[in-house]
C-alpha cells in the first residue's frame, strides 16, 4: 500500500489542481474521484496515521 504521506500529497495536489488548474485539469481531477473516494471511505481512514490523508481527500 502507498504511504500514507503519498496519499495525503496526491489528495492535496489534485485540491489545488481542482480550484487552481481551470479546464486543462478538469478530466483528471474527474478521473481522481473514484480514488478519493476509496481513500475516504477505507475502513482505517481515521486512523492516526491515515487522517491527514482522509482530510484532504475531503476537502
Known amino acids: 500500500m502507498?504511504?500514507?504521506?503519498?496519499?495525503?500529497?496526491?489528495?492535496?495536489?489534485?485540491?489545488?489542481?481542482?480550484?487552481?488548474?481551470?479546464?486543462?485539469?478538469?478530466r483528471a481531477c474527474a478521473e481522481s474521484l473514484p480514488a478519493l473516494f476509496t481513500l475516504i471511505?477505507?475502513?482505517?481512514?481515521?486512523?492516526?496515521?491515515n487522517n491527514t490523508a482522509t482530510e484532504n481527500a475531503i476537502s
Open 2 to 26: 502507498i504511504s500514507s504521506k503519498v496519499r495525503q500529497a496526491a489528495a492535496y495536489g489534485f485540491g489545488v489542481m481542482g480550484m487552481n488548474g481551470g479546464p486543462v485539469y478538469a
Open 41 to 49: 471511505s477505507a475502513s482505517d481512514s481515521r486512523s492516526v496515521e
